[in-house]
């Protein structure tokens, strides 16, 4: 059976998520254009290997129980929530993956992966356990991807360039098909 994944692009419609105005984005943009280049990656490299489901494909708000019914509904495999950082020191910067449980752990380890090899240069915030809700509510396997700080200028800069907001998606592509394609013993 194909395994189903579930790519949530966080935030949405009246929720912008976190913001910087000096630049003028907001996460909830960015967001929804990595969820849907992880989506479209995926079918171009896996075809129908793995099966991409986004929780939104449009500027559209969801409560959180409304994400992670979609998990369940669907029955997925996985679920993977793309984010933004935001804090309010403007110096702080770097990449981070999150998980709850131990089911999830290896998905979080293989995106972190992945986001360290394809982002030199860029601060490595590491693997976190973290008891958000979409992680504890929607499926075992659930992680959150938070992908650089808006709240710092440098990296707002570098988030606002389109380009980068879709490198973003197929990196955690790359690293979803790493986690499928290479998880029953073979070595590539």
């Known amino acids: 059976m194909k395994p189903k994944v579930m790519i949530d692009p966080g935030h949405g419609g009246h929720d912008p998520g976190a913001v910087n ?6 996460e909830k943009d ?10 479209r990656h995926l079918l171009h490299t896996v075809g129908d290997h793995i099966v991409p489901l986004l ?15 979609k998990a369940k509904e669907f029955e997925v495999d996985s679920f993977v929530s793309l984010h933004v950082n935001s804090w309010e020191e403007p110096h702080v910067q770097g990449f981070e993956v999150y998980y709850f449980n131990k089911k999830a752990k290896k998905l979080a380890e293989t995106i972190h992966e992945w986001l360290s090899i394809s982002l030199p ?3 490595d915030r590491g693997v976190k356990k973290m008891g ?10 659930a992680v959150l991807v938070e992908y650089e700080f808006i709240s710092n200028p440098a990296q707002a800069t570098w988030l606002s360039n389109i380009e980068n907001q879709k490198r973003y998606g197929v990196i955690v592509s790359d690293a979803l098909r790493d986690y499928y ?3 029953d013993g073979e070595d590539g």
Do not use: M, W
């Open 21 to 26: 105005d000096t630049v003028g984005i907001q």
């Open 30 to 39: 960015i967001n929804l254009t990595a969820g849907l280049y992880c989506r």
């Open 55 to 69: 929780t939104r494909k449009e500027d559209k708000f969801l409560y959180l129980n409304e994400r992670c019914e």
């Open 121 to 123: 240069g860029h601060t």
């Open 132 to 141: 958000y809700y979409v992680l504890r509510h929607s499926v075992p396997e």
């Open 181 to 183: 394609l290479c998880q």
